[in-house]
């Protein structure tokens, strides 16, 4: 009986811990970037679910297949959105870099910033796939350029 009701408060345990990782990709999604995520990080994260649930199922635990299945579909899906908003694989030249983002914060409306004497005409547009690379100081979303 007590081992019955360990292995169901492990299981609930289990699927609200795999669940917190959407609370990331909502973070991601909201501020429409994910340079602050390490996707080797988050690839780690989903293949661990990955050999847990293999586990679980050669083994037939239910609780261990319950939680992994959840982790991992959740882990992926973080994963996915992380990459997505980095831009394209295919293409890495599209992909806008953290050093970009840098300079566009310091190099907006023809100031001078890292560079020294470069500067950008009031008329250069510094954003990618339409979202300006500058969120508000209070860390609210992106808002479209």
């Known amino acids: 009986m ?3 009701f360990l292995g169901t ?3 609930v345990y289990g699927v609200l811990g795999a669940l ?3 609370l ?3 973070q991601m999604l909201a501020r429409r970037t994910s340079r602050d995520v390490s996707a080797g990080f ?4 989903a293949g661990g679910y990955a050999i847990w649930l293999a586990y679980g ?3 037939g635990s239910i609780p261990l297949t319950v939680v992994d299945t959840v982790g991992l579909l959740c882990g992926g899906l973080t994963l996915a959105v992380a990459l997505s908003l980095r831009g394209s694989l295919i293409r890495p030249a599209t ?3 953290a050093a970009d983002t840098r300079v566009a914060a310091h190099l907006r409306d023809g100031e001078t910033g890292l560079l020294g004497s470069l500067r950008l005409p009031r008329t250069t547009d510094l954003s990618f796939d339409g979202y300006s690379s500058l969120s508000d100081t209070d860390g609210l979303p992106l ?3």
Request: glycine residues 0%; proline residues 8%; aromatic residues 8%.
């Open 24 to 26: 990331q990709t909502r």
């Open 9 to 11: 408060v492990a299981t």
């Open 95 to 97: 992909c806008p870099t």
């Open 20 to 22: 917190k990782s959407l």
């Open 143 to 145: 808002v479209p350029a």
């Open 42 to 45: 988050l690839a780690s994260y």
């Open 57 to 59: 199922l050669s083994t």
């Open 2 to 4: 007590f081992t019955q």
